[in-house]
């Protein structure tokens, strides 16, 4: 199918191809686990609790979060990723507030919030400091900053560089999205981290159960044989908490 090979993300056509929601909705429950299971080690509850989400994109795991029971904000750098979101919320009734924002220049007030999450936006900066120095900045004193990324190992560049963005059959991402130096390893994000006054207390690995499943999927999309709500249960990501991540990790830090 032509139209199965138009590579576009944040688009609202059906009919592209758009790898960030793709991840989103491929990721959503291996998240939103991570997000209970660290709010039980801290003793923290979603309910009252101000939530800053940042990529949160079409709005797939900022809902997700205020289904949690959280006061959500959610950011993303493009304005049309943000309308979609904001369509999404009104359409579901949830109180979900959408502003378009990069985390590069994060345009949200001062030590205004318990939490927040980081979600496709540390493997795509090229100013990483910048982008931890906002987060450190909005976040309460002991507030907590959660996030997923990329490690930078030889599976993930083939699955990143090459697979999502350089191989015609398996492509979902435009060329560029990704690169080598913007893919850290756990120790390089927790220096960054440490930079701003942001202590790393975790990493978790998380992956799909069934790894071919992931090619399968991703083929499948792009013939358009199956939508991007039906990947979940065909890739079925899960936390690895005792493995060594070698393409994608969940980790928390807190302030102070």
């Known amino acids: 199918m032509a139209s199965a090979l138009r590579i576009e993300l944040d688009s609202p056509s059906p009919e592209a191809v758009d790898g960030r929601q793709i991840r989103a909705v491929s990721f959503q429950d291996a998240r939103l686990e991570y997000v209970t299971g660290t709010l039980r080690k801290l003793g923290l509850d979603a309910a009252g609790s101000?939530?800053?989400v940042v990529g949160g994109g079409r709005g797939?795991?900022?809902h997700g979060l205020a289904r949690l029971g959280f006061d959500v904000l959610s950011v993303d750098p493009s304005a049309t990723a943000t309308e979609l979101a904001r369509t999404a919320a009104?359409?579901?009734g949830l109180a979900v507030t959408h502003r378009t924002?990069?985390?590069e220049t994060l345009d949200v007030e001062d030590a205004a919030f318990d939490l927040a999450y980081y979600a496709d936006t540390f493997e795509v900066t090229s100013r990483l400091?910048?982008?931890i120095e906002h987060a450190a900045r909005v976040l309460r004193p002991g507030g907590v900053l959660l996030y997923d990324t990329v490690n930078r190992t030889p599976l993930s560049r083939l699955i990143y560089?090459?697979?999502f963005q350089a191989i015609p059959m398996t492509r979902i991402m435009p060329p560029g999205r990704y690169?080598?130096?913007r893919l850290r390893t756990p120790d390089e994000m927790t220096a960054a981290l440490a930079r701003h006054g942001l202590h790393n207390e975790d990493v978790c690995d998380f992956k799909p159960k069934n790894p071919p499943s992931l090619v399968k999927a991703v083929l499948a999309r792009r013939k358009g044989r199956i939508t991007d709500e039906q990947?979940?249960?065909i890739v079925d990501f899960v936390l690895a908490p005792q493995a060594r991540p070698l393409v994608t990790y969940l980790g928390y830090a807190r302030k102070g």
């Open 179 to 181: 690169a080598a130096d």
């Open 60 to 62: 797939v795991l900022p």
């Open 161 to 163: 560089l090459g697979a």
């Open 129 to 131: 400091d910048q982008v």
């Open 231 to 233: 990947i979940p249960p």
């Open 101 to 103: 924002s990069a985390a």
């Open 90 to 92: 009104e359409r579901e």
């Open 50 to 52: 101000r939530l800053l």
